[in-house]
């Protein structure tokens, strides 16, 4: 399995989340090591690893611009925001819950990006 999609699943998805709410966030962030600094924006994806590696492929995906795959199908995500100036932990975040199509890159057939979300 590619390093890149590796990272892309530590960063971005979450089949089973718990609440999706700020506490959600605050917990997802700094479990998947993305507090240091605190991340910005951060999005998870609530769906099957088939379904989001789909988005690669036809079956669930399509060109979007020059680089990236946008889905087929929606998804339900959860978008961590970061909340207050300071970059340095505890980091604090914003939880916003969307079913939206995802639009990201792909490398040898696999996610690796992520990149936004309508
Ligand atoms: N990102 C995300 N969800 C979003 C937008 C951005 O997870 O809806 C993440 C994604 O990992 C991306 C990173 O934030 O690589 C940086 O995004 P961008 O380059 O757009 O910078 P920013 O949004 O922080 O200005
Ligand atoms: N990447 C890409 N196209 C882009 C931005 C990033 O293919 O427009 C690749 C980049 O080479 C890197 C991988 O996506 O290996 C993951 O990028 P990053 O660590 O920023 O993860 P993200 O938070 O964007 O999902």
Redesign the pocket.
Known sequence: QDERYRHFLD??YDPKPHGQNDRYCNTMMRRRGLTSPC?????FIHGTSDNIKAVCEDENGKPYGTNFRISKSRFQVT?CKHIGGSPRPPCRYRATREFRYIVIACEHGLPV?????F
């Open positions: 960063q971005h991340k910005d924006i951060n999005t978008t990006h992520f990149d936004e979300s």
